[in-house]
């Protein structure tokens, strides 16, 4: 019997592939909709279920392995946490997994296909979700899943939602500027958040980014956070902020 948690995960990514328009009989929202389009990136942050661990990365490996295969599915990896703000999680049961699809059009028909497999209920089945959104660059300028990948870099990832319209304004920027002082800083991105709703479809969240920020080494990482968390620029922005996830991460083979 597939886990209740994983029936409505099915349930809802089937509907956002029917419920979104992806229907081609019923696409004139997509037309209108340019977003139906760009590309989106699906991030999922997944806990395996208790003394299931490698039955979830047996069955991920064997869904992924055919997600792969889907034309508009481009890239794909997967992070391990080192750090994360709750202290009562067990990190090593987590795994963040990334997505790159060419449009949120492509994503919704390959989800129509993939749900209803037995390799998808399997790998559903496995884990209790933490985090799940499918993502846009605020910037509008393509993000190359490549630049986080590479072994050794740490990466963090975190989806906030502003306390109020201003939060990702002048604070964020003073924040992101001060990061450049630290050795080690690569790059951030931000991105919007879309979120699967009760029936299926993905909707803008409102006032909710996702950022993430690349590190040369967990070392320039362990060396930076003692010195950023207590500064100034950090304390006004996160003042800002509610923080719904957030990881550190090592890229996993």
């Given at each position: 019997?597939?886990?209740?948690?994983?029936?409505?995960?099915?349930?809802?990514?089937?509907?956002?592939?029917?419920?979104?328009?992806?229907?081609?009989?019923?696409?004139?929202?997509?037309?209108?909709?340019?977003?139906?389009?760009?590309?989106?990136?699906?991030?999922?942050?997944?806990?395996?279920?208790?003394?299931?661990?490698?039955?979830?990365?047996?069955?991920?490996?064997?869904f992924v392995e055919v997600l792969g295969k889907e034309n508009a599915s481009l890239n794909e990896g997967k992070w391990k946490p080192i750090f994360a703000v709750d202290p009562d999680l067990?990190?090593?049961?987590?795994?963040?997994?990334?997505?790159?699809?060419?449009?949120?059009?492509?994503?919704?028909?390959?989800a129509s296909r993939l749900m209803p497999q037995k390799v998808s209920v399997d790998y559903f089945s496995s884990f209790t979700p933490l985090a799940y959104a499918l993502l846009?660059?605020?910037?509008?300028?393509?993000?190359?899943?490549?630049?986080?990948?590479?072994?050794?870099?740490?990466?963090?990832?975190?989806?906030?939602?502003?306390?109020?319209?201003?939060?990702?304004?002048?604070?964020?920027?003073?924040?992101?500027?001060?990061?450049?002082?630290?050795?080690?800083?690569?790059?951030?991105?931000?991105?919007?958040v879309y979120k699967l709703n009760e029936q299926g479809m993905p909707n803008l969240a409102e006032n909710t980014q996702a950022v993430i920020i690349v590190w040369e080494s967990g070392e320039t990482f362990q060396a930076a956070a003692p010195q950023i968390f207590?500064?100034?620029?950090y304390r006004n922005f996160a003042a800002l902020l509610e923080v719904e996830a957030y990881f550190a991460s090592l890229p996993a083979n």
């Open positions: 019997m597939i886990h209740k948690k994983a029936t409505r995960i099915l349930a809802t990514i089937s509907g956002a592939a029917i419920l979104a328009g992806f229907n081609l009989q019923k696409n004139s929202l997509i037309v209108k909709n340019q977003q139906a389009m760009k590309p989106v990136y699906e991030l999922a942050i997944n806990q395996s279920n208790k003394g299931q661990h490698q039955h979830f990365l047996t069955t991920r490996e064997a067990n990190l090593e049961a987590i795994l963040i997994g990334m997505t790159h699809w060419s449009s949120m059009e492509g994503f919704g028909e390959a846009e660059p605020v910037d509008g300028q393509p993000f190359d899943m490549e630049s986080i990948k590479k072994a050794g870099n740490v990466v963090e990832f975190a989806i906030r939602k502003g306390k109020n319209p201003e939060a990702f304004g002048k604070e964020r920027d003073t924040f992101f500027k001060s990061l450049e002082a630290y050795d080690g800083y690569k790059f951030a991105r931000e991105f919007k207590p500064s100034e620029p």
